[in-house]
């Protein structure tokens, strides 16, 4: 395990010992602990810019599980170190940030850390692995701890909508996604995501490459929240801000991105990839943007804002594939969109940061986020108003910020498609920067709005739940570094290019980097009267237009009924199918354990009959068996009796004593066959066993003063007969039908010299199957506590009868 | 159990189950540890454990056994499978399979010469685990009203 393994395993590992510092310090914030880590884990990873930088990677690997190629291998190169830098530093400024903002004595500090920690590995682990199945393991822990974020404040029921949405829409990219890895590892014999890169060939003229790419994608834009699956990030927003500042915005939605950016120099030789990534993308920025227009709340306007800004990446990556295929001038002009693309992903992580945290402080002081309630905050609250200017500036594409720069390169990527002559994109591909001008204009919009609606205009303090004031300064600290980092970048980009961006973008392409391509990142505020100068000038006048006019055109937000929007589309399909779900259940479900006992037996005895069939097994013979001793004949007739006598017998106890003698009959029967292990397990058994039938019995109703014998059910007595044949039909196989050499042999003679032990059924059980003694008792356990919670909610329900009633309704809608 | 509305005479059975309660209680245990060269081993010392606290249960009652031995049954099958996990878990540690068991002789004060091998831990988790299951099965359905 190298140090590089720790790194990433480094928040799980410290995440164990989070509740007991929560319950032994109450008089420190939790979160002081916490900050340590990502910390530590920053300054760990900022040492690898000198090695990415100069082209080189790391490589670290620890065997999982090599017989099915599967190991934990790190790889550290530009493109992974950016993510890794992006994930320590902005979970420092998030923790920092959260100290403030969650109250130590109120909230339960030591789950939410706990899942803050857990994320960061998986994150971490996302986009450091090598390895696509440690890296699915990984993913599905980011969407697993994203759940578990989102539904912190459990008691309010959107939060436990909204988890439920993002996990069921992510898990079920991540799935896909799964499918895919498969698809792949099938060509190629490697989970390897370099190897992958390497055979990118061999990929390209499999019959599923496309199957294979439509399922990873599947995965990254649930993920990344493309439409049309962004529907889940808005809930998304009910989970504390600090968390929908770190996840939901700077680091888990981006894992889509990477895995794009990733599987780039895999597909990208393929029209298909260009053209879905950017059109999706586009597509998503546009709907994203005009949809952010008419949200009222804050954080609602920031969600999406952000699953625009995801798609602008998006469709960055997507047109960034054009440049394997370009080959005009020296100078290739669709590497720009990858730089862009790249370059944007820092800058939205800086300028989303800072405006979540800042919204956080506008809920945290005045206890409301609604834009409507909100305003004339500037004179109050004027450092939190300074970040929110220069954030939303930065989002709308204006200078002198960095949002200002990579706007601009996307929208040049974006009017470049003019000059390519391949994959239709002269044609169709006009509607790309059409698209991109009509979403620019809404971002703008609903940039402006962000801090207008909440620090200018009218004041409206009474409305307000809490008397506003400016925010503590430790709360103010992680937006104002971002904000500065905002402004930094604008002013110096090129402090990036070489150490980061130029890393990364190299590492998306692969192929170009070996046939000697100069990745040239080279960011400047002024490159003329170019055409995207004139797009931003245009974006800006028309922007500002409908912004002033905004009163005539909100109206088309009301025309689409909510039963054809995407979100009722979704209701729809869960109350949907939790209904076909019941109704199909309520078919068998009878609720009498006899019917299950029938179903069991039934589908039992018909299986193997049928396999003794099919496979032509029915045969034996009765050579070679050893003579059956007079006191076998009495014991083997003492338990048919006993066993036939229950039958008979009118009241329980007699029954249960009954079925006493069978158990111990049989145990006496291990015990002349030498087996004293089973005998002596079989012993205990039946006695509590018993023990507990008596106590079941105990308390179940007398139905009837008088008790009847059971009445004789033909159906019954047929499955019995059934049961019974067929398992004397498998014994007498079992003894005639030996393909293979009985293992004992090996236990017999291995049980010294490998486990030191002389008892072979005690041995086998600890040592040579101990993992099917671990499973077992993890069964066991599940069982009990199974048990235990069934019977104990059942009480609970009867003193409470409306609590249970609820919750039927609930899980019937 | 619950207390019957007719008082039952049970002395007999109340005075014997005490003696013969230690007598399992200790039987299970040499079970439990002569399970490795000998039958016996964890789940078999474990159900004799259990069904000596039957014992207890049938002749006393759940309260009387609640008050005699306080112990938390999930806790002790949580506690069971943790410790069978982490026997299993230590081997990769040391860079060797999950569940590989290590052993070797040692000599002890009072015991002499005797062989330790990591799979009495792993039985002792399993012998927890049954324990636990045992009494918490029994112990809900028979305080359930």
């Given at each position: 395990m190298s140090l590089l393994h720790l790194a990433i395993l480094l928040p799980l590992l410290a995440a164990p010992f989070i509740p007991f510092l929560f319950r032994g310090m109450k008089q420190i914030h939790t979160g002081w602990f916490v900050l340590i880590v990502p910390v530590v884990l920053v300054t760990y990873f900022a040492g690898f810019i000198p090695i990415t930088s100069a082209g080189d990677v790391v490589t670290e690997t620890i065997a999982w599980m090599p017989s099915l190629g599967i190991n934990f291998t790190a790889y550290v190169d530009g493109l992974s170190l950016l993510f890794a830098l992006l994930i320590t530093g902005i979970g420092a400024l998030v923790v920092l940030y959260s100290i403030y903002y969650l109250n130590k004595d109120k909230e339960s500090l030591g789950h939410f850390y706990v899942y803050l920690l857990m994320f960061m590995s998986a994150m971490l682990g996302v986009v450091l692995s090598d390895n696509m199945i440690v890296m699915y393991m990984f993913w599905e822990l980011t969407s697993i701890s994203s759940f578990l974020l989102i539904g912190y404040w459990y008691e309010k029921e959107r939060s436990r909508y909204g988890a439920q949405k993002s996990m069921l829409l992510t898990v079920f990219g991540g799935l896909s996604m799964l499918g895919g890895i498969v698809l792949l590892e099938s060509m190629i014999g490697s989970y390897s995501i370099r190897d992958m890169v390497t055979n990118s060939g061999v990929i390209a003229e499999s019959p599923f490459f496309l199957v294979a790419m439509v399922l990873i994608l599947l995965g990254a834009f649930t993920k990344s929240a493309q439409f049309p699956f962004h529907i889940w990030l808005p809930d998304a927003m009910e989970a504390p801000t600090p968390v929908s500042a770190y996840l939901h915005s700077a680091t888990m939605v981006k894992a889509g991105l990477y895995l794009v950016a990733r599987m780039s120099p895999v597909f990208q030789e393929s029209s298909v990839w260009l053209w879905t990534i950017a059109g999706v993308g586009m597509f998503t920025m546009f709907w994203g943007s005009f949809n952010a227009v008419k949200q009222t709340d804050l954080k609602g306007i920031l969600a999406f804002s952000t699953v625009s800004q995801l798609g602008l990446i998006m469709s960055l990556l997507g047109l960034g594939a054009a440049a394997l295929h370009y080959d005009g001038?020296?100078?290739?002009?669709?590497?720009v969109a990858t730089i862009a693309a790249i370059f944007h992903l820092i800058n939205h992580a800086t300028f989303k940061g800072s405006l979540f945290m800042m919204a956080g402080i506008v809920d945290h002081e005045t206890g409301t986020r609604d834009i409507r309630k909100l305003g004339g905050l500037m004179t109050v609250m004027p450092i939190t108003f300074t970040i929110a200017v220069i954030g939303s500036l930065s989002m709308a594409g204006l200078p002198p910020f960095n949002g200002f720069l990579s706007k601009e390169m996307f929208l040049k990527a974006t009017t470049k498609v003019f000059s390519a002559d391949f994959f239709a994109l002269d044609t169709i591909g006009i509607l790309l920067p059409v698209i991109a001008f009509v979403g620019s204009v809404f971002t703008f919009i609903y940039s402006i709005m962000l801090f207008t609606r909440t620090f200018m205009g009218k004041a409206k303090f009474d409305q307000l739940p809490k008397k506003p004031h400016e925010a503590p300064i430790g709360m103010l600290i992680s937006p104002a570094i971002l904000a500065l980092l905002v402004v930094g970048l604008g002013f110096f980009p090129n402090v990036l290019s070489n150490s980061l961006i130029k890393p990364a973008v190299e590492s998306i392409y692969p192929t170009l980097v070996a046939q000697g391509q100069e990745v040239d990142v080279h960011i400047y505020f002024w490159h003329g009267l170019t055409p995207e100068l004139f797009m931003t000038i245009g974006v800006v006048l028309l922007g500002s237009l409908l912004f002033w006019q905004m009163g005539k055109w909100m109206g088309i937000y009301n025309r689409i009924p909510h039963r054809l929007t995407l979100n009722g589309m979704y209701d729809g399909t869960l109350v949907w199918s939790n209904k076909a779900a019941y109704r199909f259940k309520d078919n068998y479900m009878t609720g009498f354990i006899r019917s299950y006992l029938i179903y069991i037996f039934v589908f039992l005895s018909g299986m193997m009959l049928f396999s003794i069939w099919w496979f032509d097994m029915y045969r034996f013979s009765f050579e070679n068996l050893a003579e059956i001793a007079p006191y076998e004949y009495v014991l083997g007739a003492v338990v048919m009796l006993a066993a036939l006598a229950i039958l008979f017998m009118r009241s329980r106890l007699p029954s249960i004593i009954l079925l006493g003698v069978v158990g111990y009959g049989v145990a006496l029967f291990f015990v002349f066959f030498g087996a004293p292990d089973l005998a002596l397990t079989q012993l205990v058994i039946e006695t509590v066993s018993v023990a507990l039938f008596l106590l079941v019995f105990y308390h179940m109703p007398d139905i009837s003063k008088k008790e009847v014998r059971m009445r004789f059910k033909v159906g019954n007595a047929i499955v019995a007969i059934l049961v019974g044949t067929t398992v004397m039909l498998l014994s007498f196989m079992a003894l005639t039908n030996k393909s293979l050499t009985s293992i004992s042999e090996y236990y017999k003679e291995n049980v010294y010299e490998l486990a030191a032990g002389k008892n072979m059924v005690n041995v086998v059980l600890v040592d040579f199957r101990g993992f099917d003694t671990l499973f077992e008792i993890v069964v066991l356990g599940i069982a009990a506590f199974g048990i235990y919670t069934m019977i104990k909610f059942r009480t609970t329900r009867r003193t409470k009868g409306e609590g249970a009633h609820e919750a039927k309704q609930q899980t019937r809608q | 159990m619950k207390q019957n509305s007719k008082r039952v005479n049970d002395v007999i059975l109340q005075t014997a189950a005490i003696i013969i309660f230690f007598i399992i209680v200790i039987f299970s245990i040499d079970l439990f540890f002569a399970g490795h060269y000998s039958p016996g081993g964890g789940f078999i010392g474990g159900l004799m454990t259990s069904a000596a606290l039957v014992l207890l249960l049938l002749a006393f009652d759940s309260k009387t056994l609640a008050n005699v031995l306080p112990i938390d049954y999930r806790l002790m099958t949580a506690s069971g499978l943790l410790i069978a996990l982490a026997t299993g878990l230590h081997s990769v540690f040391l860079g060797r399979p999950f569940l590989t068991h290590a052993y070797g002789k040692f000599d002890l004060p009072l015991l002499g010469e005797q062989t330790l091998h990591t799979a009495i831990a792993f039985d002792l988790g399993v012998y927890l685990v049954v324990i636990g299951i045992t009494l918490t099965i029994i112990q809900t359905i028979g305080e359930s009203e």
């Open positions: 001038m020296d100078d290739n002009i669709f590497m | -």
